[in-house]
């Protein structure tokens, strides 16, 4: 049974830090690029930062370019999103997720493309 169990998240103020953790079990972990995406309320999910299987590719939405880092820790079966100078823009419930890269050696962005997906977790930003 796959699982992406997420932890981290919370509320901070606006300039603030948080990470967020996704540990990742019934799966090989390395087989997999990896994904954190955002969902606003009312708002469709959207792409946040991808990382390819090995952790050598990384992508980012613009709006978070320079202020978020996607890792991966491959032998602990663990991604991770570091966020800081943190907007209120930020607030979403952020939901890791993994798309079986068989064939992909540069991370997707697109929502369909990932297979597995975590339970979310709550980030809110304040002024």
């Known amino acids: 049974q796959v699982q992406l169990v997420q932890s981290g998240g919370g509320l901070v103020q606006a300039g603030g830090s948080l990470r967020l953790s996704c540990a990742a079990s019934?799966?090989?972990?390395?087989?997999?690029?990896m994904g954190w995406f955002r969902q606003a309320p009312g708002k469709k999910r959207e792409f946040v930062a991808a990382i390819s299987r090995s952790g050598g590719s990384t992508r980012y939405v613009d709006s978070v370019k320079g202020r978020f880092t996607i890792s991966r820790d491959n032998a602990v079966n663990t991604l991770y999103l570091q966020m800081s100078s943190l907007k209120p823009e930020d607030t979403a419930v952020y939901y890791c997720?993994?798309?079986?890269?068989?064939?992909?050696?540069?991370?997707?962005?697109?929502?369909?493309?990932?297979?597995?997906w975590g339970q979310g977790t709550q980030v809110t930003v304040s002024l």
């Open positions: 019934g799966l090989t972990f390395r087989m997999y690029n």
């Open positions: 997720a993994g798309d079986l890269a068989t064939f992909k050696s540069y991370p997707t962005s697109a929502v369909p493309e990932y297979d597995y």
